[in-house]
């Protein structure tokens, strides 16, 4: 069954390094989102990407964050500064359509900022 | 965005079928109901989806009834590897989830 992958599975940095996280998403699908979930909280929505530009971003999702799909499988998250707060598991996803509510996630990718 | 409620917590035992209900008043026409999965320090995992009536998969099964005010999640037969938090979403344009709490299900044996 094919899958979404991530990398690293766990990241460990200094506050104000810089950190990339690293995603390939199902090869057929076009849609591509991140997710991150703060330890004992809900599951919550960052950006969300198609045709090569974002669609949608959340108000977590500030200048500190971007996204790109630099090549024609890996897709992106890179925070420029790392915050204490930016501790989390960050979940890639994708999805075939817009409009599916399917969407397919990673293992995630759990930052910890020292 | 359609507000969804369900209960914090639910307890089974194996073998047992569980019913997880969920509200969303505040539905929109074009709105999905969407159920997911989630295991400790795993992605989400998507499990059903259904507009109104019944829908079945080797899963689960959801009821919606007709006014879709509300959606229920029923697992037949649960084991303990079903023990994972559960949530209900109401899906729109645009895929962007909102996930709630969801449903701590614990499956005892």
């Known amino acids: 069954e094919p899958e979404v992958t991530q990398t690293p599975s766990h990241q460990v940095t200094q506050m104000g390094q810089e950190v990339i996280l690293r995603c390939v998403p199902i090869?057929?699908?076009?849609?591509f989102y991140w997710y991150r979930q703060i330890l004992g909280q809900k599951v919550e929505f960052l950006v969300s990407?198609?045709?090569?530009?974002?669609?949608?971003k959340s108000e977590i999702f500030d200048d500190q964050f971007s996204v790109e799909r630099p090549d024609g499988s890996n897709f992106t998250l890179k925070i420029r500064s790392t915050k204490l707060e930016d501790s989390a598991m960050y979940f890639c996803?994708?999805?075939?359509?817009?409009?599916?509510?399917?969407?397919?996630f990673g293992e995630g990718s759990r930052l910890t900022v020292l | 965005l359609a507000k969804t409620t369900q209960p914090i917590s639910m307890d089974s035992y194996e073998g047992q079928e569980v019913n997880i209900t969920c509200s969303h008043n505040?539905?929109?026409?074009?709105?999905?109901i969407t159920w997911y999965q989630q295991f400790p320090s795993q992605g989400p995992r998507f499990i059903i989806q259904?507009?109104?009536t019944k829908v079945t998969n080797e899963v689960a099964s959801l009821f919606i009834p007709a006014d879709r005010k509300s959606s229920t999640l029923s697992l037949p037969r649960v084991s303990l590897s079903d023990t994972a938090v559960y949530y209900c979403?109401?899906?729109?344009?645009?895929?962007?989830?909102?996930f709630g709490g969801g449903t701590r299900l614990m499956v005892k044996p």
């Open positions: 090869s057929n699908h076009l849609y």
């Open positions: 996803a994708s999805s075939a359509g817009r409009e599916t509510g399917e969407l397919f």
């Open positions: 505040n539905i929109a026409t074009n709105d999905y």
């Open positions: 979403l109401v899906v729109g344009v645009g895929n962007m989830l909102t």
């Open positions: 259904g507009y109104k």
């Open positions: 990407f198609y045709n090569n530009e974002i669609s949608e």
